[in-house]
């Protein structure tokens, strides 16, 4: 069966960060692009390490990126896509990623900063699957700033 592409440019973006992955040991590409309030588009992958808990998801590498770039605070959009690089050199792969939940922490940092319920696509690795959640779903009940007030 051949599924359509999805058409959404977020997408194809993450898909294409994910081929700057350094992921010699899963062998498992992930990007993430980052659009703001404004259209512009951070991205980031994953980067592993030999020391294999060092490793940093794409996720984290998008939000550091779009934190320099134009702000946590004017995040409108995040899309995810992950998967193996084919012969072709492109992203492929049948299931779709889905934020890990360390990722899904720090796109609610973003969300606090911005005020908005931030909308997360997840993506095959060969674009034709896609879902789109908010992250007040993805992390519900999540911990944030609020909690901190109560410090002494
Ligand atoms: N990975 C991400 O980049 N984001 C996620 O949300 C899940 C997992 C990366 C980490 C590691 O380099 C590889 O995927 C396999 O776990």
Redesign the pocket.
Known sequence: MSKSRVSDPLVARAREAALG?Y?P??R???G?AIESVDGEVAIG????NACYRL???????ALTAAQQAFGLGNIARIA?A?GNVDADGNLAGEGV????G??RQSILEAAHVSGRDLEVVSSNGDGTDVRTDLISALIPHGFGPANLEDAG
């Open positions: 992955a992921a040991y899963s498992f590409s992930v993430c992958a994953n980067m592993e490793g940093v998801c794409a996720e984290l590498a995810v992950g990623v889905t934020s890990c360390g990722c």
